[in-house]
């Protein structure tokens, strides 16, 4: 079964053979975890890669005594400090989850065997990065050239899972306040 749902992630952006990810399964582990919890305190260095199974959660950074979050995944997305993972050192992002969420995880020692000859490790590897970058470029794009809410229907329209998250943790993410989300939400739209 995870198998199959890592092929259906990655089809996308790499057709790859079923048994190639019947060995990725082989190499992590399907785990649950509560609401609210943290996958990846600040300060410290990501241990994991995680593709969300069912659920959601964000990326977060402290700043002028709040968490503002920066990144939001849903199911099929990957939820993890990618910066940190790669590098295998400490940075200041936090990883949390919105709601009680199932991920596919991967340790780094783990995830370095997948670039063994054969593996496809490496071209797997590029996408995630050529696709991270991607994503966060477009919301760099977004955040300077749209509106909030313009941004806000957007993210509806792409991720209908978005009112699962918890309104301060979406304001923050939109760069607004709850107070103008709410407003947003209720108009006609």
């Not at 057709?15 to 509560?34: A, D, M």
């Not at 400490?90 to 670039?115: A, G």
């Amino acid at each position: 079964m995870t198998a199959d749902f890592l092929k259906q992630v990655f089809d996308p952006v790499i057709n790859l053979n079923i048994q190639v990810w019947e060995n990725f399964e082989k190499l992590g582990r399907v785990r649950s975890f509560p609401k609210e919890s943290i996958l990846k305190p600040s300060n410290t260095t990501e241990k994991y890669l995680n593709i969300i199974i069912e659920g959601c959660g964000g990326n977060f950074l402290w700043k002028k005594n709040n968490f503002v979050c920066i990144d939001i995944a849903f199911e099929k997305e990957f939820l993890n400090d990618y910066m940190s993972f790669t590098l295998q050192k400490v940075t200041p992002i936090e990883v949390k989850l919105f709601e009680n969420t199932t991920v596919f995880q991967i340790s780094y020692n783990n995830f370095r065997k997948t670039m063994e000859v054969g593996n496809y490790g490496e071209k797997i590897t590029r996408l995630i990065a050529e696709n991270s970058f991607i994503e966060k470029q477009k919301q760099q794009v977004d955040l300077l050239t749209k509106t909030a809410k313009e941004r806000y229907l957007e993210l509806l329209y792409t991720k209908p899972d978005v009112n699962k998250i918890p309104l301060k943790y979406l304001a923050s993410y939109l760069g607004i306040t709850p107070q103008s989300l709410s407003r947003i939400r209720g108009e006609k739209v």
